[in-house]
């Protein structure tokens, strides 16, 4: 029988399988869920940046009618601990002490009778302080520097790279600085905590439910199995939910005490502070060429804030070291302890401050050669990781460029900078590469297959936005051969099997493997019941050869039978399996990891036998006005190689919504600062400047195909974050050629142009 | 204070704070979850509901203010299995959200924005529902979503 492409789902456009509960207002996220009768939190936030509370002044605050209850530390100190940090060193403490680490602290809970009483009440709260000068940011007096130690994150030391650039013909040597930045997903950080008879259910949006879990667990000094977290949909991310937050357990402790639901909305602002964003960091590169174009030399070297006790880092050297063949390369990370909140992962963490120097320094090497700036990324591509000496599992950078640049009309540009106009409009043309690491997550999963044809996916899986629901339910409709709309997807809840962090491009390929793995145990249970039978079609063949496809069990000859009948040899009911996916690089414990709420993610940077990365090229035309130096991204085009694509449509509005970010990122975002009370300024979505519809223009995201055997057995690679990776740089060489100036810390405004 | 609210052809009697927004009528009080509170403070759009027809933040509208007025959620376009508004198909033909937090809000917007006939060229789509904000940044989708639907709720 010939394959009918109607049921073809791995690799199929088909629209999100929640679309119709997206659009119609039905679609629950955390704070939508109903609970009886709660009662309702507000945060009180430190409005002092270093010191201790010396005493609060609560009589004003229990006199607002409704307040039922207020948390500070002198009260539930004792109750709950600090989540453990997200990266080396420390975490900042909350209400555990008096002890104040940052503006925005949690320092006090509130919690009434209406959302109006608590708003009220918090306002109400007195504090004194023992206040001491903050330091805020880089060259802030009282910072502390030191080199990041080698650990989560390596240096590298290829050759000589001083001596070798100190020699060459042709160098760039320049400094850079990105902003810092808030990942402002548009629903607000909730928390609602419901306890019942000693077990504690948490609605929270969350991208590691099983996370946060063990988080609660530790915190709250509890048996895991008696807290359950729910996050059916996430309304945006980007990072922010991925790592516990203080909140949480004192939402938790609040419920406890009045034996009744409590459910927080913080507000826009407080979210500035009570999560966490991407740093503020700084760049020194040194690049180093032939006459050729080859590269002879790169030393890159970052600096990153983080807060007082945390050394949390990014490390983007891990990737701008692996861009280009080059036989000397040195890199080195630092970080800057500040009295602010701690960072955390925001899209392409490493890959959006840090290839944004190298990308612009090969723009300017490419000026300074006169050389073409795609054929200098030519002249030094490689199949080889130049910091490791392994292998790419596969590289496409130049299929990218080529496409791209081919879509663009990059062959019609003039290289002088302002020798392209339209009327007062300086137009501007530049290009620059992207790349991120193919991570990969472990995963379990469950799959139950029902004598009706149905089947049901259970992984503790999240979506974000990123069309988990939909690229599960096209693995097992593909895997069970079975019709899309045969198959219920359940996720985002801890009860579930555990799927790992939905972050760092890991989580598409970590769940799909773990749901056709569970589906390769039903058909192999079907597949043998089938073979070792006496009777029926399929008796004495080898298991192996069946599959299922089409609603049927099908033989390589053709002979098939009903899905039904091949079902009822296994079980006259539903037949269930579940199935664990260890991704190459891990260990065998992973899956045990994240039932026990650690990450457990095999990362492209860090496999033994091969390094695998997704690569992309991104183009982009602005326009710059000659008098106001307002700046617009008229076009831009990307083109990405990520191996297999589960679903080209979701896929697509990723990689769109990345370039977008991107065009944010260059453009548009900062989160400013007040240096003298270490605070944010500008900590609302009207003032932090994110795109509006008018702001976007055409943008085209090309997805190169790419079969790549040896990445992981479904050939996937993720593209959450890619799309946003090279904007940075693009943009700014763009504006260079538009104006002849060179931007070097983001964003770029109109001051910079004038 | 005592107030009555239409909602979806519905009357609704219940006692408010003075304070007590639209938008936290809608969401805490009668479980209607679709519209959504991103900012509370008229910045983002994602409570956006109609009013006689017109676009208000719901965040921006205080309960009490609202009373005598028809008013229109997300969840009085369609009802459980009945066909979607254009605008709603549109938004799903399109892919024209990721996340879909600000989804209710886009498609209230856009609905308002066809009907009060500012929808004519794309550049006028982009302008008048740059009000709804969305961080998964489908805006080049919903454009194309409103278009569409354009068509189908009968405006050129």
Same mark, same amino acid.
């Given at each position: 029988m010939p394959d009918d492409a109607? +049921? #073809? #789902?791995?690799g199929a456009a088909v629209p999100r399988i929640e679309g119709r509960a997206k659009v119609t207002g039905q679609a629950l996220y955390a704070s939508d869920e109903p609970v009886a009768n709660p009662a309702f939190a507000f945060l009180v936030l430190s409005t002092a940046a270093r010191g201790r509370i010396r005493s609060f002044d609560l009589r004003a605050a229990q006199a607002?009618? /409704?307040?039922l209850d207020i948390l500070t530390y002198e009260n539930v100190g004792h109750e709950a601990d600090p989540p453990a940090p997200h990266g080396a060193g420390e975490e900042t403490t909350t209400? *555990? #002490?008096?002890?104040? +680490?940052? &503006? /925005? *602290?949690?320092?006090g809970v509130v919690v009434a009778e209406t959302y109006e009483a608590a708003r009220e009440a918090a306002y109400a709260v007195g504090v004194e302080y023992d206040a001491e000068a903050p330091s805020a940011t880089f060259d802030s007096p009282g910072v502390q520097e030191e080199v990041r130690e080698p650990g989560e994150h390596k240096d590298f030391a290829v050759g000589d790279a001083d001596a070798a650039f100190d020699a060459a013909a042709v160098r760039i040597d320049a400094r850079f600085g990105t902003p810092t930045q808030h990942h402002n997903p548009i629903e607000l950080f909730t928390t609602t905590c419901t306890w019942h008879d000693g077990s504690l259910t948490v609605y929270e949006p969350s991208q590691f439910v099983h996370g946060l879990r063990g988080s609660l667990a530790k915190q709250l000094r509890m048996d895991p199995k008696r807290i359950r977290v729910v996050a059916r949909h996430v309304g945006g991310a980007f990072g922010s939910k991925g790592i516990p937050s203080a909140r949480t357990a004192w939402i938790a402790v609040a419920a406890r005490r009045l034996n009744r639901p409590v459910k927080l909305v913080a507000t826009r602002g407080q979210g500035y502070t009570i999560a966490t964003y991407r740093a503020e960091t700084r760049h020194h590169i040194r690049l180093a060429a032939g006459r050729d174009g080859r590269l002879l030399a790169l030393r890159h070297e970052g600096w990153e804030v983080t807060s007082r006790p945390s050394d949390y880092n990014v490390s983007g050297t891990e990737t701008t070291a692996r861009m280009y063949a080059c036989p000397n390369i040195l890199t080195r990370v630092n970080i800057v302890h500040t009295d602010r909140n701690t960072p955390g992962f925001m899209r392409a963490p490493p890959d959006v401050p840090y290839m944004f120097p190298l990308e612009v320094a090969m723009d300017e090497l490419a000026e300074a050669l006169g050389m073409d700036p795609v054929e200098l990324r030519r002249v030094n591509d #490689? *199949?080889? &990781?130049?910091?490791?000496g392994q292998a790419f599992s596969s590289r496409s950078l130049m299929r990218c460029f080529d496409q791209a640049a081919a879509r663009f009309g990059w062959a019609d540009r003039t290289p002088q900078p302002r020798s392209m106009r339209d009327g007062d409009w300086l137009l501007g043309w530049g290009c620059a590469a992207a790349a991120y690491p193919a991570n990969i997550g472990a995963g379990a999963a469950r799959v139950l297959l029902g004598p009706d044809g149905q089947a049901t996916v259970q992984i503790a899986a999240h979506d974000i936005g990123n069309g988990s629901h939909t690229i599960i339910a096209q693995t097992a409709a593909e895997r069970l051969g079975l019709r899309l709309e045969a198959v219920t997807v359940q996720l985002g809840d801890s009860d579930l099997p555990p799927a790992g962090l939905a972050a760092g491009s890991s989580h598409a390929s970590g769940i799909c493997h773990a749901v056709a793995h569970a589906c390769e145990d039903v058909r192999a249970r079907i597949a043998v019941a089938a073979t070792t039978s006496n009777a029926g079609p399929f008796a004495g063949r080898d298991p192996a050869t069946l599959i299922l496809a089409q609603g049927r069990l099908r033989?390589? &000859?053709?002979t098939a039978e009903p899905l039904h009948d091949a079902l009822a040899r296994v079980t006259g009911g539903a037949l269930e399996a579940y199935a664990e996916n260890i991704p190459k690089g891990l260990p065998p414990d992973s899956v045990g990891k994240l039932y026990s709420g650690q990450m457990a993610i095999s990362r492209g940077t860090q496999r033994e036998d091969l390094t695998t990365y997704a690569f992309g090229a991104q183009f982009v035309e602005v326009r710059v006005h000659a008098r106001t130096g307002e700046t617009r991204v008229s076009r831009a085009v990307g083109a990405f190689a990520a191996g297999r694509i589960i679903n080209p449509r979701t896929a697509h509005s990723q990689l769109m919504g990345g370039m977008i970010w991107g065009i944010s990122s260059a453009l548009h975002e900062a989160t400013e600062i007040d240096t003298r009370a270490a605070r944010y300024v500008n900590d609302n979505i009207a003032e932090y400047l994110i795109p509006v519809?008018? &702001?976007?223009r055409e943008v085209e995201a090309i997805i190169v195909p790419e079969q790549d055997a040896e990445v992981n057995p479904l050939g996937m690679k993720g593209i959450g974050e890619i799309g946003v990776v090279g904007m940075n740089a693009a943009i700014s060489n763009a504006v260079y050629h538009a104006t002849g100036r060179r931007i070097r810390d983001l964003p770029i405004r109109i001051e910079d142009l004038l | 204070m005592d107030i009555v609210l239409t909602i979806n052809g519905r009357e609704h009697r219940l006692g408010v704070d003075v304070r007590t927004t639209l938008l936290d009528v809608l969401r805490e009080r009668l479980g209607l979850t679709g519209s959504k509170k991103g900012c509370d403070q008229g910045q983002c759009g994602a409570c956006t509901v109609l009013m006689d027809g017109q676009r208000v933040l719901g965040c921006f509208t205080l309960a009490a203010a609202a009373q005598g007025a028809a008013i229109t959620t997300i969840e009085g376009l369609a009802g459980d299995g009945a066909p979607l508004h254009p605008m709603q198909q549109a938004f799903l033909d399109h892919d024209a959200y990721q996340c879909g937090y600000c989804t209710p809000g886009q498609i209230m917007s856009a609905i308002a924005c066809v009907t009060e006939g500012h929808a004519r060229t794309e550049d006028e789509i982009r302008e008048f529902m740059s009000g709804n904000l969305c961080r998964c940044a489908a805006y080049p989708k919903i454009v194309a979503a409103v278009a569409q639907a354009k068509l189908a709720m009968g405006h050129a």
């Open positions: 109607s +049921w #073809t #789902t791995i607002v009618a /409704g307040v209400m *555990q #002490t008096s002890r104040i +680490w940052h &503006d /925005g *602290q949690i320092i #490689t *199949q080889t &990781d130049p910091a490791t033989g390589e &000859d053709g519809n008018a &702001d976007v | -």
